[in-house]
Nanobody, 126 residues
Framework: QVRLVESGGGLVQAGDSLRLSCVASGRTFSTYAMAWFRQAPGKEREFVAASSYNGGNIHYADSVKGRFTISRDNPRYTHYLQMNTLEPADTAVYYC???????????????????WGQGTQVTVSS
């Protein structure tokens, strides 16, 4: 059974940084694409960033481009989201997700992912 566990969320001020981690278990991590999504209060879950199985293809939502960096450490079965220059609009629960494939062109769609973490709360105060 695949398990994804996020950590690293918290309460920060605008302009601060946070690094989220997602530790995977249950199947060979290096075989599958990974992504981060987020869900703000009262809004639908939205795509944030995605990485192919080896980090060779990386994509970001326009709203985080230039501020967030996705990366992965395959030997450690860990996936990261470095978030810099945080804004109040970044406040959300952040979810780690895994695709059942090395890469998919539909990386922005929740339907492309078959495993999800429980989420970690990020709150950015102004």
């Amino acid at each position: 059974q695949v398990r994804l566990v996020e950590s690293g969320g918290g309460l920060v001020q605008a302009g601060d940084s946070l690094r989220l981690s997602c530790v995977a278990s249950g199947r060979t991590f290096s075989t599958y694409a990974m992504a981060w999504f987020r869900q703000a209060p009262g809004k639908e879950r939205e795509f944030v960033a995605a990485s192919s199985y080896n980090g060779g293809n990386i994509h970001y939502a326009d709203s985080v481009k230039g501020r967030f960096t996705i990366s992965r450490d395959n030997p450690r079965y860990t996936h990261y989201l470095q978030m810099n220059t945080l804004e109040p609009a970044d406040t959300a629960v952040y979810y780690c997700a895994q695709q059942p494939a090395p890469y998919s062109a539909t990386y922005t769609s929740e339907d492309a992912y078959n495993y999800w973490g429980q989420g970690t709360q990020v709150t950015v105060s102004s």
